[in-house]
Structure formats: C-alpha cells, structure tokens
C-alpha cells in the first residue's frame, strides 16, 4: 500500500512518499513519484499500474506535452482502459485479493509558474480533481487516507521556524519524522516503509532527498537536514 503526503503554498509544493507495495501476494520496494515534463511531477497509490503511469510519462515527454490540462487529458487516456482492464483481471480471478483503486496526483509548477497539487481516483473514472488542494494545505494519502493526513497535518506545525521575519517549514524534517511514525506504528507498519522519497518544486528550482532504510534504522539521516528543503510560508 502507500503513504504519500505534501504540502502546497504560492511559493512551491512538497512530496514525500514511501517506496512499500503489499499487493499481488508480495512485498516490493518501489518509486512512486515521476518526472513528467518541466516542472510537473506525477505520483501514484493504489493498485500495481507501474506500467501505465510509465506510458504516460513517455507520451508526455515525447511529444512535448507541457499544459496542464492536456497533461491531464493524456493521463486520463492512458489510465482508463488500463484500469479497467486492471479491474476485471482481478474480478475474474481466483485469488482472493482487494478491488482495484487507483489515486494519481498531479503537482508542480504548471505553464503559468503557479504552484498546483490535484487528486484524481477511479471513483469517477479519473474525470474530475477529487481533491483541488489549496495553499497552506498539508495533503496525506495512503493505506488510510484520513489516519494519513490527520496525522500530517497535526504534525507539520512543529516544523514551523522564523527566520528574519519570515516564517519557513522544514519539510524534509517533517516528512522524515511523520514517515518514521507512520513505519512504526500498528496501523500502518506493515504496508508503510522506508526509503522514503522527497522532492521539492519551487518556481527556480526542483530539489530531490531520498531517506534510506539505515536513516530509518538510525531514527535519524546520516546526512542530516538541509536548507534546500525550507520553504517560505
């Protein structure tokens, strides 16, 4: 399963996520944030459609697809058919394992340097943003979406510092230490894990961190916490 959580405001968007699947009857370690063009990101939960969400970074990238709602158009088309595809492999067979769902999330700087975070699922077939993600708002997503952006959300105050009147959030600290809640806890320990991966997309810039199994071991990065992760409020 999946726990991904971010964070939005005018000045960029943040996004970590996990790398643990539990589906198909075992346990992988995967990447579950792409690069899609410029500075758009894509960011998957759900079901295994790996495949899919690689197909639609090729189509973009290949024709130079740099809106973002043909983006979306593109997403759309290639995740439909493959979802259902996806739905009635599982639905006919006879392993018994959970329905078919999918979440992609969109974020970044869209083609007009505005920062932007939307939620698509398979509820309404990928049709409209099931979530629009306004600025100053902790996003959380994952095996239980509430428990996950609850918690995020709760947590990122204490990240919080001012620095000559400006005000910054340490997001690489924050999404280190609710990761780490999340891997440890009853809940969520056995479909949530390290290495956790990060990324941070600001109008001059795009900053990526991975935090490893050993800094989960360690309850601490081996490298420590840097500047490039602070972002103004």
Not at 111 to 135: A, G, R, V
Not at 143 to 163: G, M, P, R, V
Request: glycine letters at 4%; charged letters at 30%; a negative charge.
């Amino acid at each position: 399963m999946t726990a991904i959580i971010g964070y939005l405001n005018q000045n960029g968007v943040f996004m970590a996520a996990d790398s643990k699947r539990t589906g198909s009857g075992k346990i992988q370690t995967v990447q579950k944030m792409e690069h899609l063009i410029d500075k758009f990101y894509i960011a998957t939960g759900g079901s295994q459609m790996d495949e899919t969400r690689k197909k639609s970074v090729n189509e973009i990238q290949t024709n130079n697809i740099n809106k973002l709602s043909k983006i979306i158009t593109e997403i759309q088309k290639q995740y439909r058919p493959d979802f259902a595809e996806l739905s009635k492999k599982i639905s006919d067979s006879d392993i018994v394992q959970p329905s078919a769902g999918a979440t992609i999330i969109l974020f970044g700087i869209d083609e007009n340097q505005q920062s932007f975070l939307k939620i698509f699922d398979d509820d309404d077939n990928f049709t409209n943003p099931s979530e629009d993600i306004k600025y100053n708002q902790v996003f959380g997503t994952g095996t239980n979406d509430l428990q996950i952006e609850e918690q995020a959300a709760k947590s990122i105050e204490k990240y919080e510092k001012k620095i000559d009147k400006n005000e910054f959030i340490s997001l690489d600290k924050w999404a280190f230490e609710t990761m780490l809640n999340f891997a440890q806890s009853d809940d969520l320990k056995a479909t949530v894990d390290f290495p956790v991966h990060c990324v941070l997309i600001t109008t001059t810039e795009i900053v990526k961190k991975e935090f490893s199994s050993v800094d989960k071991m360690l309850q601490s990065p081996k490298n420590g916490f840097e500047n490039e992760f602070k972002i103004r409020k």
